[in-house]
């Protein structure tokens, strides 16, 4: 049996290793993929048709079967040739022929980070386009064009990485129990029993993950989930490659300490650790880390690790109850304290990484849930520090030992569903328009959207119909007083003809929001109006108009 301090120095060595890997080998850290380029431009007004299409990413994408598609003017689908990609560049050929007309393209792409992100844009042959979002040599930014398909992922998805989160803490605590704080503890079958379910959990969420990824990248139905398609689809995704790696990883594990004792060994005490901090990498790999570079993987995985070590073991102290010894309880509490210190600068490092402004944190979706989860950690470390000054006064804390794995489960699920929410995109600059009056006796359409307690806001489309619009949005308090607000943004999707949300810039004039947009099909379009400065989060409503042809 290797010493504790033997054992302590070959984890401390894998993991120097590990920085000293990521430093050779670090680049700029990245989020969810952004379109920074298009060719034609977006809202070009060509003379004659184009030969492809060209759409460049701030990362490496992978294309969604039938993901992109090219819209006429009277909404039908416009057979093309299957676009290519080669790293961060999408290219679409064209067909030969073009009739004249304005043309949407709505895509969606899967970033490095196995998360799906579309958009929509135009261009106009021998006519002029329809008015949207701009790529980044026009005058907004590049997020507009990479919007993530849903705020958060499908409930199904979030359960099953909630589900691969504890499966690996609760192996990797017991193993770090045993190895660290009480060898002797090795043959206990509680020990036993919850290693085993760790190891056959965590290999059933990898098998469960890669089958719902599939329907979620494709925006498909959740029936999908066995689609041999879609399944191909996701194992050539780096998602697939990491959570074929996990699955791979799990099975060596299995085969490793299916018996407890085994870690004990001399071979087990290199490879169970090694095993261990690899399978960390996997899950950082599958998250938004994928995006960034070898530092991003490295600190993700090593606040997995570390939130495994902590929540593992306290799943291991409140399963062995009060017939754990007092100096295990001081070798646990040491160990825990230095997981926790390492929590706190991992998830520091990530919130950097994420956040641009510290306003995010209660303006943005990842901010609001990004404060849940670090409310939950400091719950948790209070009732830590409670367990720790019992121990201290030579006590067994069983009691709060039980609230503290309560709190952290709670954590984990929040970190599962911060895991597929999208970070706050990169800051934009305002983009310019130019307006379209309305013509007499053209049909108008106004629509009146909740703010919630704040008030309503109302929608004015002028004419409705596909001629070209002038939009305003007015917003008004409970009282009906004028609603100051920071910033409006609006976007206009066509669910029915399955067109993408497409930005439409808006500015303050005479304190009204307007903008001009040409809707390039008639039907029923949903307007997403996002304000922020009215509450102490931004507020997210939305409501239909219906445009004429």
């Known amino acids: 049996m290797a010493p504790l301090s033997i054992a302590v120095r070959r984890v401390a060595l894998l993991a120097t290793l590990a920085v000293l890997w990521s430093l050779l080998l670090a680049h700029p850290a990245a989020a969810h993929a952004e379109l920074v380029d298009i060719a034609p431009e977006n809202g070009a007004q060509l003379t004659r048709p184009p030969t492809e299409v060209r759409m460049t990413f701030t990362e490496s994408v992978n294309l969604v079967n039938d993901g992109i598609r090219l819209v006429d003017h009277v909404g039908a689908t416009v057979p093309t040739p299957d676009p290519t990609v080669d790293g961060r560049t999408v290219t679409w050929p064209m067909p030969a022929v073009l009739p004249e007309g304005h043309y949407v393209v709505t895509w969606r792409v899967l970033s490095k980070d196995g998360h799906p992100v579309n958009g929509a844009f135009s261009f106009g042959v021998g006519t002029a386009a329809v008015p949207g979002s701009a790529t980044s040599t026009g005058t907004t930014g590049t997020s507009v064009n990479a919007v993530p398909s849903g705020s ?33 503890r090795s043959n206990d079958p509680t020990l036993q029993l919850l290693a085993r379910g760790g190891l056959l959990g965590g290999a059933l969420a990898a098998v469960a993950a890669l089958l719902v990824q599939g329907p979620y990248a494709a925006g498909a139905s959740m029936s999908r989930a066995f689609d041999m398609r879609l399944l191909q689809e996701t194992l050539s995704t780096p ?22 004792p085994k870690i004990l060994t001399e071979l087990g005490t290199w490879l169970v650790p090694a095993a261990v901090v690899a399978t960390a990498a996997t899950i950082a790999a599958a998250g938004h880390a994928a995006a960034s570079g070898p530092i991003d993987l490295l600190v993700d995985a090593l606040h997995a690790l570390t939130a495994a070590f902590w929540v593992g073991g306290l799943a291991a102290l409140a399963a062995l109850g009060r017939s754990v010894e007092p100096r295990v309880l001081h070798r646990f509490s040491t160990l825990a304290m230095a997981s926790v ?3 706190v600068v991992t998830g520091t490092l990530n919130s950097l990484r994420h956040l641009t402004a510290v306003e995010q944190l209660w303006l943005t979706r990842y901010g609001l849930t990004l404060l849940i989860k670090l409310s939950l950690v400091a719950g948790t470390l209070a009732v830590a520090a409670v367990s720790r000054r019992r121990l201290q006064q030579k006590r067994v804390p069983l009691r709060t030992v039980r609230i503290e794995v309560a709190l952290t489960i709670a954590v984990l699920a929040v970190t599962s569903l911060l895991s597929v929410t999208a970070p706050p995109p990169q800051p934009s600059a305002a983009s310019d328009h130019t307006d379209h009056s309305a013509g007499p006796g053209a049909a108008n359409d106004t629509v009146q959207m909740s703010l919630g307690d704040q008030g309503e806001a109302t929608l004015t489309v002028l004419p409705a119909t596909t001629t070209g619009s002038h939009l305003h949005v007015v917003l008004t308090d409970t009282n009906g007083q004028p609603l100051p607000a920071t910033r409006v943004a609006l976007k206009v999707a066509n669910p029915a003809r399955d067109i993408a949300p497409i930005p439409v810039p808006m500015s303050m004039r005479d304190g009204v929001w307007v903008a001009s947009y040409v809707f390039p099909l008639p039907g029923t379009w949903k307007t ?6 009215v509450g102490p989060s931004a507020v997210i409503t939305s409501a239909d108009v219906t445009i004429h042809g």
């Open 528 to 533: 997403i109006l996002t304000v922020d400065g």
């Open 152 to 184: 958060t992922a499908p409930w199904p998805v979030v359960a099953i990485r909630l589900a691969g989160y504890l499966a690996f803490a609760l192996f990797v605590g017991v193993a770090a129990f045993v190895l660290v704080c009480a060898p002797s």
């Open 239 to 260: 998602f697939g490659t990491a959570m074929l790696w996990r699955l791979g990883l799990y099975g060596v594990l299995g085969v490793l300490v299916w018996r407890l």
């Open 341 to 343: 210190l390492t929590l």
